[in-house]
């Protein structure tokens, strides 16, 4: 029997867990003229949300996660490869040939794909940019208006202090594009599109991603494990007291219950303990090298969090403690809901193992 559950890439189809209210929301927005941001934690499904908005729109889709690019160039060589993926040579060479830098474009014959290079010209870092741009906005205009996702949208201005002003000078003049911004780190991101100062201030609708509702998640867990247990529900409401609703680490840790009592290897009685044990027990090394990196401060942090104590009990400063709170949190590690929590209940469990 197929395992209902996935993890660790783009959620779709049968997997999706609800979110019909944001769907619903964002497919709004890209049927408008508007632009969208969307906010969440790490890991809480906004691009498999994007994807299944857009999938029923059957529009081209462009997306690029800004941490895997360098600078403004990198950035304009990184789209261009996405838009030659889904338009044809001959609908967009002319354009390309009229770019003030022309990149060298050639077909990879061992990936299938295209390679594209702009030369390095002295000051010329936007330029490129601009033109892919530009280029983007034509492409809707003769057919199919685009979508046009940046994930990690908070990495921007790391690129290129002054790549923020550059590229809302550039997409304020689009027509033919829908822009989807995608950040993690809530308090960056709403320093970008709501502080005054900012050039993205209001540029576009913003929505916030939260935890799924209880009740929703556990009909979807409770509907699914009712094909190999009679205790669907105990063991659905288990899950969720472990990962608080998130839903990546939710999903993970249904699919490998979903696994063991699928198999029915007499795993032990509480199969919620048992398998979370077996993560844990999984990852350590990798937990061990994760916690090699942190510093005593973070540590000390991350322990009272593992623990269920206020981070208030940490003896430091309380300076010294924010300020490790936010570094935590921009790094992943942390999120702030009502309080703050350690992001991965896996983490979490090693830290307390360890402890004990």
């Known amino acids: 029997m197929q395992n209902p559950f996935k993890f660790g890439a783009v959620v779709e189809k049968e997997f999706f867990t609800d979110r019909e209210k944001e769907a619903k929301e964002a497919k709004g927005v890209l049927e408008s003229s508007n632009h969208l941001i969307l906010i969440s934690p790490r890991r809480y499904g906004k691009t498999s949300l994007v994807l299944k908005v857009v999938e029923p729109l059957k529009r081209p889709l462009i997306y690029l996660d800004l941490q895997i690019t ?78 046009v996702v940046l994930d990690e949208f908070q990495e921007i201005a790391s690129l290129d202090e002054n790549l923020p002003k550059q590229l809302r000078s550039v997409i304020q003049h689009h027509t033919h594009v829908n822009y989807v911004f995608l950040g993690s780190a809530e308090s960056m991101m709403r320093q970008i599109f709501e502080s005054k100062k900012s050039p993205f201030y209001h540029f576009g609708y913003l929505m916030t991603m939260d935890k799924i509702p209880y009740a929703n998640f556990l009909r979807y867990l409770e509907t699914r494990f009712a094909k190999v247990t009679s205790h669907a529900r105990v063991v659905a409401e288990k899950i969720l007291d472990f990962t608080d609703r998130h839903p990546y680490y939710t999903q993970q840790l249904a699919y490998y219950c979903y696994a063991f009592l699928d198999d029915d290897d007499g795993c032990c009685e509480d199969i919620i303990d048992c398998v979370v044990n077996r993560i844990v027990e999984t990852h350590g090394n990798d937990f061990e090298k994760l916690w090699n990196t942190i510093s005593k401060t973070d540590k000390r942090i991350l322990i009272m969090l593992s623990e269920g104590e206020k981070t208030s009990s940490v003896l430091q400063p309380a300076s010294t403690v924010y300020s490790g709170l936010k570094r935590l949190t921009k790094q992943g590690f942390v999120v702030k809901n009502k309080t703050y929590e350690i992001d991965d209940p896996f983490f979490a469990k090693w830290i307390a193992g360890k402890r004990a």
Do not use: H, Y
């Not at 594209?116 to 208006?145: A, C, M, Y």
């Open 70 to 147: 360098t600078d403004a160039a990198d950035m304009a060589t990184q789209l261009l490869k996405r838009v030659l993926r889904i338009n044809k040579w001959e609908n967009v060479k002319k354009t390309i040939a009229g770019f003030r830098i022309v990149p060298t474009v050639e077909l990879n014959p061992l990936t299938n794909g295209v390679d594209v290079t702009f030369r390095p010209s002295v000051g010329s870092g936007f330029t490129p940019l601009e033109d892919v741009l530009n280029l983007i906005d034509k492409v809707g205009e003769k057919g199919k208006r685009p979508i």
